[in-house]
């Protein structure tokens, strides 16, 4: 089981973007008379460029605080964790089966804070665990397709066109690999729950023979160039910025239904400040953290008094009905099973294979 | 502060206790029924949730083979947010797939293909409960067994007996509550009467000896007639003295007015033989006086309850024979024959040998005054008794138990005062000795016998 989790786990780490053995952030104490002093360590699989803006604020309103933020892959965060679970105040993941594994193994202890408790219930899970941005899981798509075929506005239109104009798109479309990527897996694993015309679209994407890539970032690079047409379950953080410098590329939230993940927050039993800890988890997820998310990232806000841009609020009432949040409970433990991942991997590879089986 | 006894308070003792103990049982019993009741409701989830993972266990690619619903793994955290456990182990007991590596129950329960067991247990510091499900794969060539173990902490199951127990403790407490006050009032209800005679008695006058008619209940009641009998004895206790009081002032005006009269008389004249004459005659009477005084006081003191005199021991034969030679003059002189018959050797007794000659002072002056020509003192060994005996005209048996109330005489015509047999009763009783008048022997005359306890000492 242990080294089904580790090649599981190796994937997802190559989903992450400029994952690297050893990104680091330090801010070292500046005491202040009546500040609280301390330490904090916190790793996290969380691009600088997202993190930077939140360590800072939180830097500003507790100079005392000497905080290290160390960026790591997901593998390497959940391993590192497990071999040493005393050495970090605060574990940020994407990789929510695994952060809830965790918590649900006891290694996370609770907050217990005002802020914690008026945290929405749907994003956090008994006091421990903290869902604390809002990224979708977006189609991107080129002018070009636009242009030619008009927009796919859900995953109906995008299985009409694939099926309608499949070799006029044939290479052109771009999707993660299951197999190689956990992001992917866990997107595949909850689509063929939500519907079983997923399989449909995945015959489709067979069809056209579509391109399996490892990372949003492969899948962004290649619409650049424009290599590829239309991007499938990028995930939206990443791409808005991308997007948002290239006039060629649109960004598409499905309005039948996006997909949600969250990034978890939790603080190990084992803590050694846990001061501190508590301190920045309540940062966190309070009204100043959100804001700082909100409007200088692209992660997403969820405290529900934020509204506005850059917030889980003004997505939802934009694409309302359509959010699927990956639900924060036991059926991401299903996600990790090994044999449950064989068995939708097979099925995935023989959707994917369907016509050309039937056409040899 | 002294706490005095109560009988409230031992009622409400002994009422109160058993009932706090069980109330303490009932709560107990709640508690572990809550706790009962939320395992059942919860072992519903172990059990839908096993059910659900052993109907997608699969044989495939020859070995057992789990495509594992998450809504299984859902199912088995509520609203309270359980950690969530979940194992499939084959046949051999090699694990298959899971996320915890949960502990086999040895128990066994039959050779049935479907089973299920549940228990709690400490997982890794963790309470949870488990539930495992043994099965066998009903595929056309396999009927291989596996076991599929789930386990979820308690954190539902212990809110919702606390729920439970919530709504039965205020259940029983409001039980108590009620209990408690019917208790307090029926006690108090089943006291008042107590309270009612209390108030009955203190509001009397404390003359007034009338009966206390008050119902009761029969415990009491009881109680109300032992007060009456009491009362009743005091009645006649007091009525006796006012008749004694009243007979007594009247004994005493005779013989003054007589002297007043005597002295009025003596006073008109001149003549000193007279006043010699009137002198004597006044002597005579204030020494009847004075003795009638001396008896009322004995018979006083011989009435008080409270008397209770040192007795010595005392020979009655001598005191028999001491009797007899102080009263030979006066009877001789008025031609009686006193004689005395003694028991042949000294009867011991324990007593007052100075009331017990009154005693024969007054039979022996009882029988020369009534008109006896023989009186005998005698003395018995066995039981000890002292007995004067006359032949006078005697007492018929009726008229025996008036004679021994102060006053009574048996004559109108005689000078006796009436307390002599009176007295001689009195002395018998501080004596512990039985007082009875008899025929005498020769057929008329008085006998009158004095019987002390016991032997000759």
Not at chain 1, 23 to 50: F, K, M, N, W
Not at chain 1, 325 to 332: I, K, S, T, V
Not at chain 2, 116 to 123: E, K
Request: net charge neutral; aromatic share 6%; charged share 25%.
């Amino acid at each position: 089981m242990r080294s089904g989790f580790a090649t599981l786990l190796l994937l997802w780490l190559c989903a992450a973007p400029l994952a690297m053995a050893e990104e680091r952030l330090h801010y070292p104490a500046a005491p202040v008379a009546g500040q609280a002093t301390g330490q904090l360590v916190i790793h996290g699989a969380l691009d600088l460029v997202h993190i930077r803006p939140l360590l800072e604020r939180f830097h500003r309103q507790h100079p005392g605080i000497e905080l290290t933020y160390r960026n790591l892959g997901t593998l390497p965060l959940y391993e590192r964790f497990l071999a040493t679970p005393d050495e970090v105040d605060v574990l940020i993941s994407s990789a929510m089966p695994w952060q809830y594994r965790l918590a649900n193994d006891g290694h996370a202890q609770p907050l217990g804070s005002a802020a914690a408790a008026a945290w929405p219930d749907w994003a956090r899970w008994r006091q421990e665990l903290f869902a604390f941005t809002f990224e979708p899981v977006v189609m991107v798509v080129r002018r070009e397709l636009i242009e030619r075929f008009g927009r796919p506005q859900s995953h109906a239109d995008l299985l009409a066109l694939l099926q309608r104009h499949g070799t006029a798109l044939a290479g052109r479309v771009v999707t993660y690999d299951p197999s190689r990527s956990g992001a992917g897996y866990t997107y595949a694993i909850e689509e063929s729950r939500l519907s079983p015309r997923y399989w449909d679209l995945v015959a489709a994407f067979g069809q056209t023979r579509a391109q399996l890539v490892d990372t949003t970032g492969e899948m962004l690079a290649g619409l650049a160039e424009g290599r590829y047409w239309l991007g499938y379950n990028l995930l939206g953080s990443y791409a808005r910025r991308v997007v948002a410098q290239d006039p060629a590329l649109e960004m598409v939230i499905p309005d039948d239904y996006a997909l949600v993940t969250q990034r978890l927050a939790l603080m190990p039993r084992q803590a050694p400040h846990p001061r501190s800890a508590r301190r920045f988890l309540d940062f966190l997820i309070g009204l100043e953290g959100q804001r700082v998310i909100a409007e200088q990232t692209a992660l997403g806000a969820v405290h529900p008094e934020l509204e506005g841009q850059g917030t889980a609020d003004r997505l939802r009432a934009t694409h309302g009905e359509a959010l699927r949040p990956l639900a924060l409970g036991p059926g991401l433990l299903a996600t990790l099973d090994d044999l449950k991942r064989q068995a939708l991997l097979a099925r995935w590879r023989r959707e994917f294979s369907r016509d050309s089986a039937a056409g040899d | 502060m002294i706490r005095r006894d109560s009988l409230y308070r031992r009622l409400l003792t002994w009422l109160l206790l058993p009932l706090l103990a069980l109330g303490g049982l009932m709560v107990l019993q709640a508690w572990v029924e809550a706790r009962r009741t939320a395992d059942r409701a919860y072992d519903r989830l172990l059990e839908a949730a096993t059910l659900a993972i052993a109907e997608q266990v699969q044989w495939q690619e020859q070995r057992l083979w789990l495509d594992l619903p998450p809504a299984a793994l859902e199912m088995l955290a509520t609203d309270a947010e359980e950690r969530v456990f979940y194992a499939l182990y084959d046949a051999q007991g090699d694990f298959v797939t899971g996320n915890a590596e949960l502990p086999a129950d040895p128990r066994q329960v039959g050779e049935r293909g479907d089973t299920l067991l549940y228990r709690d247990i400490d997982w890794h510091g963790l309470a949870v409960r488990q539930g495992i499900r043994r099965a066998r794969l009903e595929d056309w060539r396999q009927r291989e067994r596996f076991e599929v173990r789930v386990a979820h902490t308690r954190e539902g199951r212990e809110r919702l007996a606390a729920e439970l127990l919530r709504g039965n403790l205020a259940y029983i407490l409001t039980m108590a509550a009620l209990a408690v006050g019917i208790l307090l009032l029926a006690i108090r209800a089943a006291l008042a009467p107590l309270t009612r005679l209390r108030r009955a008695i203190r509001a009397r006058d404390p003359r007034t000896l009338s009966p206390l008619e008050l119902s009761l209940p029969r415990e009491l009641a009881e109680l109300r007639e032992t007060l009456n009998d009491l009362l009743a004895r005091m009645r006649r206790v007091r009525a006796n003295q006012e008749r004694f009081i009243g007979d007594a002032s009247h004994q005493l005006r005779t013989p003054l007015a007589g002297l007043s009269a005597r002295a009025e008389l003596a006073l008109r004249q001149d003549d000193p033989a007279r006043w010699r004459e009137a002198l004597e005659a006044m002597h005579a009477t204030s020494v009847r006086t004075s003795r009638l005084a001396i008896q009322l006081l004995s018979l006083t003191r011989l009435d008080n309850p409270e008397y209770r005199p040192e007795l010595a021991s005392l020979d009655l034969n001598a005191l028999a024979r001491q009797a007899v030679r102080t009263h030979w003059h006066a009877c001789h002189r008025d031609g009686i024959d006193l004689g005395v018959e003694t028991a042949p050797a000294p009867v011991r007794i324990r007593g007052l040998d100075w009331q017990l000659e009154e005693a024969l002072g007054n039979l022996i002056d009882n029988a020369r005054r009534y008109g006896a020509r023989h009186v005998t003192v005698r003395t018995h060994a066995s039981p000890p008794a002292l007995e004067v005996e006359d032949d006078g005209p005697g007492i018929s048996p009726g008229r025996r138990l008036l004679m021994l109330r102060p006053f009574h005489r048996g004559s109108e015509d005689s000078d006796g005062s009436g307390l002599g047999l009176a007295i001689v009763d009195g002395i018998a009783r501080t004596h512990g000795a039985r007082l009875t008048l008899e025929d005498a022997s020769g057929g008329h005359g008085l006998r009158v016998v004095l019987r002390f306890p016991g032997d000759t000492p």
